[in-house]
């Protein structure tokens, strides 16, 4: 079955950039014509949606992190990636690579990353 | 910041019929399908209902889900100790033309 998994930085500083890597298993990222998504949660709160890469390159961002974040697609890697600059205290939270959007499955199981200096 | 709002917390004893319950907005659940997920401790979150109360495959029928106007809810009858995990209700939002969630609700069985 398709299985993702999050690679990452863990801790990150302050002002710096996230990258996030979701590795794609058991499928090819180009079959089914899916979106592939990003969420997070801050811990103690809810999930948020960051966005969606198509399998052609087109993204769309959630409208409170689109100033922020870049999300692309690497076909020949079965991944696609996270990039979230101009961190502070407010990005740390868990974040989860998932198939789809709105249903999302199979997520991954998370990276936590700490944003402290 | 979540979109839907769910009860932080719910509880109920084996065998019991548990009810979760999840409020939106006419943007969001009063126009758009409600989807349920389940995360275990320590565990990605599981896709449970899709379509308002569609199962995949795999899921067990004691889970349910309905909606009716701007509110969704999801009941698990038949509780058992394993289904003790955290539940959270998501629907797209067509202001925000994308998907929200809700905060979540941390189910006890006692």
């Known amino acids: 079955q398709v299985q993702l998994r999050e690679s990452g930085p863990g801790l990150v500083k302050p002002s710096q950039t996230l990258s996030l890597t979701c590795t794609v298993s058991g499928a090819s990222i180009t079959s089914g014509n899916y979106y592939w998504s990003w969420i997070r949660q801050p811990a103690g709160k809810g999930l948020e949606w960051i966005g969606r890469v198509y399998t052609d390159g087109s993204t769309y961002y959630s409208p409170s992190l689109k100033s922020r974040v870049t999300i692309s697609i690497d076909t020949s890697n079965n991944q696609f990636s996270l990039r979230l600059n101009s961190l502070s205290a407010a990005d740390t939270a868990v974040y989860y690579c998932a198939r789809g959007l709105s249903p999302f499955d199979p997520w991954g199981q998370g990276s936590l990353v700490t944003v402290s200096s | 910041q979540s979109g839907l709002t769910q009860p932080p917390s719910a509880s109920g004893t084996p065998g019991q019929t548990v009810t979760i319950s999840c409020s939106g907005s006419s943007s969001n659940i009063g126009s758009n399908a409600v989807n349920w997920y389940q995360r275990l401790p320590g565990t990605a979150p599981k896709f449970l209902i899709y379509r308002n109360n569609q199962r995949p495959s795999g899921v067990p029928d004691r889970f349910s889900g309905s909606r009716s106007g701007t509110s969704a809810s999801l009941a698990i009858s038949g509780l058992q100790s394993e289904d003790e995990a955290d539940y959270y209700c998501?629907?797209?939002?067509?202001?925000?033309?994308?998907?929200?969630f809700g905060g979540g609700t941390k189910l006890t069985v006692l």
């Open positions: 998501e629907a797209w939002d067509d202001s925000l033309r994308g998907p929200v």
